[in-house]
């Protein structure tokens, strides 16, 4: 598949939207897993070489054309062109700064010291509170399905791997729960899955190993 585009994934992180996008877009694509904290590409070499900041997703296109930053890939494969440009940069902002890296990254972050995690979790409510309101009234983000909904679905598959609780949000609930069902998004999530399960069982493995090594945590955020 060599003409095809080349996205650059870790399981279950935020590049798993970037994975829906393809799908749903019906484009052929080859996926290479990156090791999120080696950063290492499945033939040794050192994913920085790809994108020097060494986070997920970045999509080389098939002319050659390397994309990061998840909305940037989003807006690229899905051109979402019938949506009002404004409300979907807000709304992809919205998920990207006020959720991903405000709320759950730093919950995600070894490196985060618990102040800054607690600092991230007090922040929650407001956020996710904002997308409950705005969804109690709609099935999706704008009128239809677009690459905000996308985003926010993979966000929102992070939270049972922090304290906060979906069901104190029951539109959220709903909605993410409606997502899942959405061709793509099920078949993404099925490949993913897998493959996550697989990066926590050698997580585990390795923690054993070392007497007392750090908690499992998701490689994602
Ligand atoms: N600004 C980037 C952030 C992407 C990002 O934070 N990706 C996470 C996975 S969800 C990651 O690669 N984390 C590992 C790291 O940054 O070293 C985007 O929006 O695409």
């Known amino acids: 598949m060599e003409n095809t585009p080349k996205l650059y994934f870790a399981p279950l992180a935020c590049s798993l939207a970037s994975r829906i996008a393809l799908r749903h877009a019906g484009i052929d694509a080859t996926y290479v897993q990156v090791g999120l904290r080696s950063k290492r590409l499945p033939d ?5 070489a790809v994108n020097p900041l060494g986070s997920v997703p970045a999509l080389l296109t098939d002319d050659g054309r390397l994309i990061t930053e998840n909305a940037a890939i989003l807006q690229h494969v899905l051109k979402d062109d019938e949506h009002d440009p ?3 940069i807000r709304w992809l902002s919205f998920i990207a700064t006020e959720l991903h890296k405000g709320v759950f990254a730093p919950l995600f972050d070894p490196q985060a010291p618990e102040e800054v995690k607690r600092y991230a979790l007090q922040k929650a409510p407001s956020r996710l509170a904002f997308a409950e309101r705005h969804l109690e009234s709609r099935d999706y983000v704008l009128d239809a399905l677009s690459a905000a909904d996308m ?3 993979t966000v929102l598959n ?3 791997a922090t304290p906060i609780k979906l069901d104190d949000y029951p539109a959220l609930s709903a909605y993410h729960k409606r997502m899942a069902k959405l061709p793509a998004v099920a078949e993404a999530f099925a490949i993913e899955f897998p493959l996550y399960q697989a990066d926590q069982r050698a997580d585990q493995q390795a923690n054993q ?3 007392k090594g750090s908690p499992v945590r998701p490689d994602v955020g």
Do not use: A, I, N, Q
Not at 44 to 48: A, K, L, P, V
């Open 44 to 48: 040794g070499s050192d994913y920085h």
């Open 86 to 88: 404004t409300e979907l």
């Open 151 to 153: 985003y926010l679905y």
């Open 158 to 160: 992070w939270v049972p």
């Open 209 to 211: 190993r070392k007497s």
